[in-house]
DNA sequence: CGAAAATTTGACATGACTCAACTGGAGTGG
DNA sequence: CCACTCCAGTTGAGTCATGTCAAATTTTCG
């Protein structure tokens, strides 16, 4: 369904009925499965793309080939590798469906087709990219100053609702943790609810 | 000197001479001397602000009361608090000069008003949050992944030429390392690199 | 020069990682 | 339906990385 997209949208910028339109037309959905790749370094990333249903991971691979995830998405939130996207370089990142999944795509494009027609696309691009910019900072500030433990609490507290569709060790990946370490806090802090 | 603000513009988007002259005329100088505060938190942040001389940093304060750094700034460098900026709230971190600077501000009524008339301003913008989004990216990767060691070569490679201006237990905060920890790491840094 | 601030050093404590073993659940094939 | 395997998660021992605190040393600056 293309409401979501457009609710989400409607959120931060007017749309017409008929803006509405064109804008849903634009969008192609995508079905994917359970560690299916939706990108893959190197690949170009011609799209901008919606999550509507499942979860979905950014990441990166270390020297040693182990994934360094840099973001979780559910729906109502956008993933892309925005590197690849803007500068039309080859994506420096994989991105992999966590659990079945649904994402609501549209063509780099199509898209600088439609900012002439409908300014309020600019404009939502705008909203959006600085969003992001601001919650980055605060995540970057946070983990460089936070114990693994006050970032997990931070994390179960801040996405609880993503937090059942994720295993645990791709959480101690985000967190920038070992999962065996991740273990060891979780029993810690359940211990210490009890009292 | 506000040539070397055009010149920076330059480099992302074309700008009739006309054009640079509006542009120049709209922002307004600010001398600062070492330790004295661009921005404090709590303060509105109305100013897009672009670095001429000197250096500055921004940061925060945890509930302990020391300083977070977030990021530095030396000339040909963009400092603000883009959040306060951005949705007009009371700034959320402190910027200072760590030594006699000069700045370019100019005011967000100034700027929107200058976007009809200018549309390349818009691009500049667009580009340039888009690039800081960017490198903060990868950025928070970095620091999750790798050790504080890592970490302090990446900043001395990589920033050199801020290093001079900048005292050592900054650098440390920056890191996520303490102070007495980033002289260890010095030590051990300066005996490997005579063998 | 003298005081204050920055850096270094060292002893010790704690946080986090590594490695290996174990547990328990979710398939899967017989 | 059982036996088997595989994978995620847990546990524990040992080690390394980093933090804390206090003191000594060096640098900066009035």
Redesign the interface.
């Known amino acids: 369904m293309k409401t979501k997209l457009i609710e989400h949208m409607r959120q931060l910028v007017a749309l017409s009925g008929e803006d509405a339109q064109t804008v849903s037309d634009a969008f192609k959905e995508k079905q994917l499965q359970k560690k299916e790749f939706l990108l893959k370094k190197g690949d170009p990333s011609h799209h901008m793309r919606f999550i509507t249903a499942g979860c979905l991971k950014v990441f ?1 691979l ?1 020297n040693d080939g ?1 994934e ?1 995830i ?1 973001q979780f998405g559910i729906d109502g939130w956008w993933v892309n590798d ?2 690849g996207y ?1 500068t039309e370089q080859p994506s420096v990142y994989f991105i992999q469906a966590i659990t079945d999944s649904t994402v609501l795509q549209i063509h780099r494009d199509t898209l600088n087709a439609l900012y002439d027609e409908i300014p309020a696309l600019d404009r939502f691009w ?1 909203i959006k ?2 969003n ?3 919650a ?2 605060e ?3 946070n ?3 936070e114990s693994a433990e006050e970032r997990y609490s931070r994390f179960i507290t801040q996405y609880r609702t993503m937090e059942q569709s994720i295993p645990q060790y791709m959480i101690a990946s985000y ?2 943790v070992t999962p065996e370490h991740l273990s060891v806090i979780r029993k810690k802090i359940s211990s210490s609810e009890l009292s």
Do not use: K, V
């Open positions: 990166s270390d182990n360094r840099l925005l590197y803007l705008r990219i600085q992001a910019y601001i980055l900072q995540r970057t500030i983990m460089m100053s967190l920038g």
